[in-house]
């Protein structure tokens, strides 16, 4: 048994800030922002909060799906921007959306979230424990961003995707996930320090700090080096591969791993334009476009490939 994706949802805040908004804020401009991210706007939460996002993208997958929230067994959200420490975003989403007996806890690995999300899902499928799930992936990352340092408040926006899984005999064809936290320093943000009987420390948050060329080194590496790991597990070609939907950081990451797999960049699909990097919400929302704008037929193959914070990274292949 496996797991086939029977409906998709996305939810992005209405307010758009443009490069031009942001070069009004920090020295920057739409020049240096676009040919260096592709990044040309992104949309940021005002009223928004990370389960109401959530909660909207989930809405859409089941309204797809076909199936009651009632019927959902499985809820996982991929986030690391959630509205509280504690309870989980995904008992908030059920709580929404009247969701009343299904297991549901929250999962972090940064923009590879999703991935990890769909990962599991599949694997409790596979084991027989669960019929369908509920997966979401959710950021309202703006608020761990310092809006004073340029280099990396330009790269980031808030949205949600959600797909809903279903047990069947075919449809999640294979996958493979990595990490390595030997590098863990290059991509961070902390949170609270700590603050106890027994020590006195900072209270005030952090944000996200990165090296930026580690960064951009790491998944030019990795994210290719899955790839090929995967399409070899299953013993299928890169031809065959409709869609390459990779984790929508920067277009010169996604072009440079298509330059390396030497597969045309026209099947590396990309909406980082309009949404920045939404971490792990980026890859359910492009599924999301592409399912509503109807770019997949059945039978079609996808390979999804998130990369990020940990360092993590992996890639999953499945049929439409
Ligand atoms: N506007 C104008 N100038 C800027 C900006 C900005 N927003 N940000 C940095 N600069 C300046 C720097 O200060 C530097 O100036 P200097 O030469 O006078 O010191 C110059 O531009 C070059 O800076 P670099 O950091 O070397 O720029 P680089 O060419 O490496 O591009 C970027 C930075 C776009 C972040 C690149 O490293 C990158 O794409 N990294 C990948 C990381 C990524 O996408 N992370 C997303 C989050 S992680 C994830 O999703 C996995």
Known sequence: MTARIIGTGRAVPAEIITNDDLSRIVETNDEWISSRTGIRQRRIAKEETTAGLAAEAARKALEQSGKAPEEIQLVIVATCSSDYFFPNTACLVAKELGIRHAAGFDLSAACTGFLYAMNTAQAYMAAGMYENALIIGVETISKLVDWKDRST??????????????????????MVQHSDGEKADVLTCRTREMNNLLVSGDPALDYIKMEGQEVFKFAVKKVPECVEELLEKTGVSKEEIRYYILHQANSRIISSVAKRLKVEEDRFPMNVNLYGNTSAASIPILLDEMNRDGKLQKGDKLLLSGFGAGLTWGAALVEW
């Open 153 to 174: 408040c330009v790269l980031f926006g808030d949205g949600a995707g959600a797909a809903v899984l279903e047990a069947a005999d075919t449809g999640f064809i294979g």
